[in-house]
């Protein structure tokens, strides 16, 4: 096939003899191994590996809070050197100089490709996205990164024959698929742009591993904690800002009601679920897509637990329409049992646990500060 390629290349470089026509540009793109031109019979399969030869990953939006806290739990576990960050954005001293980054645009297919290749990528982690709120104030934008961006991801692993890991979430379901608790198939339909794109980014994955054998593999995220990100937009960023302003304050204004129950889960067990669907051998992964879960809670009953701690904590109630419609089509609770079954997903984090480590670090953090 390459040498077949390499003299319609070079015929349509030199032309026809006696035609008149002129030298044609032959672009690299369209003579490519990609699922575009592929024929029906075409297979790809992961690059595989031994036990001692370790995956070289690249995570695209790798400086949101997941990118950066799985690059260095990966680091930790494959080398410093293996895991590759990158962004279109500049990242901070700590993240530049604790291994690798790069810099790449997902709607730069050229580029993209390039890096891959160049440093002989085997697993891709897709975290580029707009979430929630801010994907309904700019939802061109969010069409653009969330899907066109996913559809350069998807060409190139299959292209290449990468492991392909994207994360979906509670956003990819809506107001009428079932909410207490949401099984891993079932209706979905949702209302926002980021959970269409997540919709489109779980069968467009589960439609490359069919067709082409790509080794895609994909966990809807309930909303994740993490003490050390700022809020980003997210709908339930809420369980995140109240610690920040707890400790400042002593007062937090929510955005969201009362009694507004969504499954969540702090971040160590976010990215270790993500080490693990990762490693997973392939024959036993029943599915691609799958639910995990930790705690399911309320601001209310977060508030309470928080209050045992900081009994002087206030709180009050502002409610974002956008915000609020958003958590009411999503699910209160998610059956993550499949996970659990095929590939020994279990969680370590329930809500006393986690307010306890998220006070505890901000507590240590504001001691730090003080001393400096």
Known sequence: FIFLAFLLA??????????GCQPLTVAVRSISFSPRQVTSDASFHSVSFSETDHPKVLITGGLGQLGVGLAKLLRMRY?????????????????????????????????????????????????SALLSAVGEANVALARS?????????????????????????????????????TPDLCVQRPRTIYGVSKVHAELMGEYYHHRYGLDFRCLRYPGIISADSTPGGGTTDYAVQIFHDAIKTGKFECNLKPDTRLPMMYIDDCLRATLEVMEAPADTLSMRTYNINAMSFTPEELTQELQKQMPELEVSYEIDPVRQGIADSWPMNFDDSNARKDWGWKHDYDLPELVQTMLNYFREETRMARVN
């Open 145 to 181: 990164v969330n899907i066109t961006g996913l559809h350069n991801i998807l060409d190139i692993a299959a292209e290449h024959g990468l492991r392909l890991f994207v994360p979906s979430t509670i956003g990819a379901f809506g107001p009428t698929s079932p909410r207490n608790p």
């Open 10 to 19: 070079k015929q349509a470089l030199m032309g026809t003899p006696g035609c």
């Open 79 to 127: 080398g410093k050197n293996n895991v590759i960050l990158s962004d279109i954005r500049k990242p901070p001293n700590s993240v530049f100089h604790s291994g690798p980054f790069i810099y790449s645009d997902i709607l730069d297919y050229k580029n993209l490709r390039e890096i891959v290749v160049n440093n002989r990528i085997t697993w891709l982690v897709h975290y």
